[in-house]
Every structure is written in structure tokens, then in C-alpha cells.
């Protein structure tokens, strides 16, 4: 998945002027939906925006985001039953 592909934002957010990532991660992957009623084909797995990080400054939403790239990519990949 590339940079592209993958789907995040850096906003401030309005009430105490934070910055926050949000990204639209997989449900199964956060945890929110068990793994295997996915396979048994009982639910299935949603993405869903949520917010990940939050600071004081984008700079450092930024950094933050490139420290933790492969391990967001993993969280926005979708479940799959093979």
C-alpha cells in the first residue's frame, strides 16, 4: 500500500487547538470485530475513521506519522478470509 492508497489527516481540532491523526483503519484490526466470526462469515470487517494521535503541533503529527508508517499501513489493510 502506498502512501496514496493509504487514508489519513492531520486537522486541528476546534475546542482546545490540538492537532490529531486520523485514519481510516479496519475494525478487525483494531479490534473491534472478532476475527473469527469475520471467517465464519457472521460479520464482516468495516473501515473506520479514528483518531490515532493527538499533539500540540501538525510538525509533530507529522513526525509521528512517519515513525509509525508500516505499523498504520497494517491497520488500514481490510480482513480477508483467504
Same mark, same amino acid.
Given at each position: @500500500? *502506498?502512501? =496514496?492508497? +493509504?487514508? &489519513? $489527516? /492531520?486537522?486541528? !481540532?476546534? &475546542?482546545?487547538g490540538s492537532w490529531q491523526v486520523v485514519a481510516k483503519l479496519s475494525s478487525v484490526r483494531l479490534?473491534? %470485530?472478532?476475527?473469527?466470526?469475520? !471467517?465464519?462469515?457472521?460479520? %464482516? $470487517? &468495516? @473501515?473506520?475513521?479514528? #483518531? /490515532? +494521535?493527538?499533539?500540540? *503541533?501538525?510538525? *509533530? ?5 512517519? =515513525?509509525?508508517? $508500516? ?5 488500514? /489493510?481490510? &480482513?480477508? #478470509?483467504?
Amino acid at each position: @500500500m *502506498s502512501r =496514496s492508497e +493509504f487514508e &489519513y $489527516d /492531520i486537522c486541528q !481540532r476546534e &475546542y482546545d487547538g490540538s492537532w490529531q491523526v486520523v485514519a481510516k483503519l479496519s475494525s478487525v484490526r483494531l479490534g473491534e %470485530t472478532e476475527r473469527d466470526n469475520v !471467517r465464519q462469515k457472521l460479520r %464482516t $470487517d &468495516y @473501515m473506520k475513521w479514528s #483518531v /490515532i +494521535f493527538v499533539s500540540e *503541533s501538525e510538525e *509533530s503529527c507529522r513526525k509521528w506519522v512517519d =515513525s509509525q508508517w $508500516d505499523n498504520l499501513v497494517k491497520l488500514g /489493510i481490510p &480482513y480477508e #478470509v483467504a
